[in-house]
């Protein structure tokens, strides 16, 4: 598995140069560092993830959203697998999305089993954007956590600021 910092800070748990100016600078966080090594003492336990990308964590509340690629497409249920048994090492909710360059495929994986209805990007004049999802009213109670706390998330990972309406 590849992952946002080096093997060897990784194994020794020090950081190297590098690799503590990306954690200083904010490209990534301990938290990356804690679920990338899970990943790496996990990785002989589901060795079809070993072609994969760990590329961010978030955790508000009790979710913890991971995001990872793969070039193999058919490892759904390995992911449920995967998150069930982080799940049960952290204490917390865990959602492993797969990255896209669709913006409606990440929503669909984060808000599963709500359904996206429609998704609208509005262009700021600044050059910025703004999208609005709406979900079904009746999905509410299906998402796995608040709405506010899904649009944080959803920040935190992308970069862009989405709003979630029924």
């Known amino acids: 598995m590849q992952f946002p910092i080096c093997y060897f800070c990784l194994k ?3 950081l190297c140069k590098t690799c503590d100016e990306k954690l200083r600078k ?26 994969c990308t760990f590329h ?20 759904g249920m390995l992911w449920r697998r995967v998150g069930k048994a982080l799940s049960e090492e952290r204490g917390v909710s865990v959602r492993i999305i797969e990255k896209t360059s669709s913006l409606r495929g ?15 990007t509005i262009w700021l004049p600044d050059g910025s954007c703004e999208s609005t999802v709406k979900i ?14 899904l ?16």
């Open 26 to 51: 904010g490209e990534i966080t301990k938290l990356d560092i804690e679920i990338a090594k899970w990943f790496l003492e996990n990785e002989n336990k589901y060795p079809q993830i070993k072609d």
């Open 106 to 120: 990440f929503l669909s994986q984060l808000l599963f089993p709500a359904k996206v209805i429609t998704l609208n």
């Open 56 to 75: 961010k964590a978030v955790q508000k509340d009790n979710l913890l959203v991971i995001l990872v690629g793969c070039k193999a497409k058919t490892l």
């Open 136 to 149: 079904a009213p009746e999905d509410v109670k299906k998402l796995p956590a608040d709405i506010k706390v």
């Open 151 to 166: 649009e944080e998330i959803i920040r935190e990972l992308l970069g862009e600021t989405v709003y979630i309406a029924t």
């Open 12 to 14: 020794s748990g020090l």
